[in-house]
Each structure stands twice: as structure tokens, then as C-alpha cells.
């Protein structure tokens, strides 16, 4: 047999009892536990929306018939879509011409030493000239 459950009635307040609990419950509010919500990662593309290949995905996939783009991936040393977007547009001009500037910068400075220069380059020339003698004194 299942036993019987016992309900115990709650003893009734006098009115007056009963309007003076309401007004004081109306006085004081109830002390709000602050809720932390887990913040959603944004990825940088949301204003784009859904990205429509995946992240993980090969550059050589998605850059088949580009040659030249798949040098520059080469050059930077990237083989993924997320890779390449850590890399700001001007980030990468300035790793591909890097290398370029410091050439002719060389090939500035050698012209000098032979007394000989490039076109429009002769100022260039004559203070390197004098910076070298001013070095070897």
C-alpha cells in the first residue's frame, strides 16, 4: 500500500498582517542576480555573411589557374585561407617589395662606388660617396 501523503495547511494571517507583508514586499524588490551570458565569437567576416568555402581549405584549390597568386602564397609562406587572412593587403605589398627596395638600394650604392649612377640618381651618389669617405677617415 502507498502512504498517504501528509498536506500541511498553512495557518491564515489577519488581514492586517496580510497588507502590511504586501506593502513591504512592494517597497523592497527582489535583488537581481546579475547573469552572465557566453559571449558568440564574431569572426571578422560576419558582415559579409556565411562564408561560403571553408577556412581549412588549400589556396591551390581555390587559386587553380592564378600563377601569380600562388607565388605570393608561396612567398609568404601560407597554405590555408585562415593563414592568408592574418595578413592586412598592405602587410603583404610591403613583404613582397621589401626585397626589391633593398635590391636597388644595392645596386644604388655599387654605381656609387664606381663613380657611375641611375638615371635621376646622381644626388643619390654623390652623398653616398661622401658618406663612405667620411667613414674610412
Known amino acids: 500500500m502507498?502512504?498517504?501523503k501528509s498536506v500541511r495547511k498553512l495557518a491564515k494571517k489577519p488581514k492586517?498582517?496580510?497588507?502590511?507583508?504586501?506593502?513591504?514586499?512592494?517597497?523592497?524588490?527582489?535583488?537581481?542576480?546579475?547573469v552572465k551570458k557566453k559571449r558568440v565569437a564574431k569572426t571578422?567576416?560576419?558582415?559579409?555573411?556565411?562564408?561560403?568555402v571553408a577556412g581549412t581549405g588549400e589556396l591551390d584549390q581555390y587559386f587553380l589557374k592564378d600563377y601569380e597568386a600562388r607565388q605570393v602564397f608561396a612567398f609568404l609562406g601560407v597554405r590555408t585561407?585562415?593563414?592568408l587572412e592574418e595578413y592586412a593587403p598592405q602587410q603583404i605589398i610591403d613583404k613582397l617589395t621589401s626585397?626589391?627596395?633593398?635590391?636597388?638600394?644595392?645596386?644604388?650604392?655599387?654605381?656609387?662606388?664606381?663613380?657611375?649612377?641611375?638615371?635621376?640618381?646622381q644626388k643619390f651618389a654623390v652623398e653616398f660617396k661622401r658618406q663612405m669617405l667620411a667613414s674610412l677617415k
Request: glycine letters at 4%; aromatic letters at 0%.
Open 2 to 4: 502507498a502512504k498517504k
Open 16 to 34: 492586517a498582517a496580510r497588507k502590511h507583508a504586501k506593502k513591504r514586499t512592494a517597497r523592497k524588490p527582489a535583488a537581481k542576480r546579475a
Open 44 to 52: 571578422s567576416a560576419s558582415p559579409l555573411g556565411r562564408a561560403r
Open 81 to 83: 585561407l585562415h593563414e
Open 99 to 121: 626585397p626589391m627596395v633593398q635590391t636597388v638600394t644595392r645596386i644604388r650604392k655599387a654605381l656609387a662606388i664606381q663613380n657611375r649612377c641611375l638615371a635621376g640618381d
